[in-house]
């Protein structure tokens, strides 16, 4: 039998409004006499303050003047009112106590809707409220999902499947994409058991627990329009792509270690259809170190694979990237690609590598020097990122989806391979172990 819905119950309301039977709504409804029994009984709300009111129980609390009731006190012993005698009970004395509890209320239909003396009646009130009584029936629906509804024994061993991952630095979604059937839980349920501390690992363990902001697209404004921006822009960008909308779009940066701790600094791009990240590392941030990569790529790849894999370059207006020409155009002057610049202070408009950059400092916090690094050290890195399942691509990691014979030629020239998902380590400790 399914719940009583609100319209059920603005029929039950109506009815008892009517002074109609629990019979009559039982068969007007085709539910059990007990049922529409046990909803007015349970969700009939009180009205007024009658402890306040009526602190003896008297509806006649309020008027009464009674005095001297006691027979072992006098008039000349006792000033005050009877209703304000604490050791005896106007209950028990007076003739003309008068219940505030309506013996109406202990029998069918329960409640004062419908009550033909309810408008001058004194004692206590009793309504079912179809609106009141839905609300209450859906918090006690909300609140009897709440808590953990596993054993001791099922915790302890989603446990042991979970909490050595996410030491990996392993996001719930990127281990639900191996261990679904093994946990047996959802992602949202998963949460909210970590949220009650249920597990031995906690929120803070997690690799990304936050809320973004809502970032409001607005138009930056520059004093200057630098040389190297002119036909560059973000505008630029924009009309470019709704002429070419089947070009492929490549975000470029820059991610740099702490000040003062060498110059070595990570290029990255990452292909937007895709979200697999490249990630190369640099002696220092200058125009020549990045113009080298690209003709490292040129000469690797071909010019033709280079032309179809990187058509379109987004990035923003760091220093390392104010030479366009050079790294638009192959030594010999034939065109591999286009640049465009993001508007100043405007990262949101390249979120994809941004919001990657998250997955580096995972592995190398903020504040830590890059003097260490060599090409071994972020060839691992770039594997382990790649081999994160994405929630925008169906669970599917950035490596199943380079499928193209330029991305696979990609692949193959830069040697790159998928790590198995129970492997994947985002973690400082990835570099100690090599």
């Not at 058509?311 to 366009?324: A, H, Q, R, S, W």
Request: charged letters at 30%.
């Amino acid at each position: 039998m399914k719940h009583l819905s609100l319209n059920d119950r603005i029929i039950i309301e109506k009815h008892l409004d009517d002074d109609l039977t629990f019979a009559y709504i039982s068969r007007k409804l085709g539910r059990p006499l007990s049922t529409i029994s046990r909803e007015v009984k349970n969700h009939r709300s009180f009205t007024g303050d009658f402890d306040r009111l009526s602190p003896n129980g008297c509806s006649k609390y309020r008027s009464c003047l009674k005095r001297n009731l006691c027979p072992t006190e006098s008039i000349y012993t006792c000033q005050n009112r009877c209703k304000f005698c604490q050791e005896y009970d106007c209950k028990t004395l007076c003739s003309e106590f008068d219940s505030a509890s309506c013996e109406a209320l202990d029998a069918p239909p329960y409640v004062c809707n419908g009550c033909p003396k309810e408008k001058n009646c004194r004692k206590i009130h009793a309504y079912y409220s179809a609106g009141s009584a839905h609300n209450n029936y859906l918090k006690t629906l909300s609140d009897s999902r709440h808590g953990v509804r596993a054993s001791m024994e099922e915790i302890e061993l989603i446990d042991k499947i979970i909490a050595p991952l996410i030491l990996k630095g392993q996001s719930i979604n990127h281990i639900f994409t191996s261990h679904k059937e093994e946990i047996g839980r959802s992602e949202k349920t998963i949460y909210n058991y970590i949220d009650l501390n249920v597990f031995s690992f906690r929120n803070i363990d997690l690799p990304r627990k936050v809320r973004y902001r809502l970032r409001h697209p607005h138009k930056i404004a520059t004093k200057l329009d630098y040389e190297y921006r002119k036909g560059r822009t973000f505008d630029c960008f924009r009309t470019y792509m709704d002429e070419n909308p089947s070009l492929d779009i490549v975000e470029m940066d820059t991610v740099k270690g702490a000040r003062g701790n060498g110059k070595k600094t990570l290029l990255t791009f990452i292909f937007r259809k895709t979200n697999f990240m490249l990630v190369f590392l640099l002696p220092d941030g200058t125009k020549q170190s990045v113009q080298n990569v690209f003709d490292y790529l040129t000469d690797g790849l071909g010019l033709s694979a280079f032309q179809k894999l990187f058509p379109v370059i987004l990035t923003d207006n760091g220093v390392e990237f104010k030479g366009p020409h050079d790294m638009e155009f192959t030594s010999s002057g034939v065109r591999r690609t286009r640049i465009f610049y993001c508007d100043p202070h405007a990262s949101w408009q390249k979120p994809h590598v941004e919001n990657n950059h998250t997955l580096i400092r995972r592995i190398i916090p903020k504040g830590t020097s890059f003097s260490f690094l060599d090409d071994k050290s972020v060839h691992t890195i770039t594997e382990h990122i790649n081999s994160v399942p994405r929630e925008l691509f169906d669970n599917r990691t950035p490596f199943e989806l380079m499928s193209s014979p330029e991305q696979k030629k990609l692949l193959e020239f830069l040697k790159l391979n998928v790590i198995p998902h129970d492997e994947v380590l985002l973690k400082p400790a990835l570099l100690k172990k090599k």
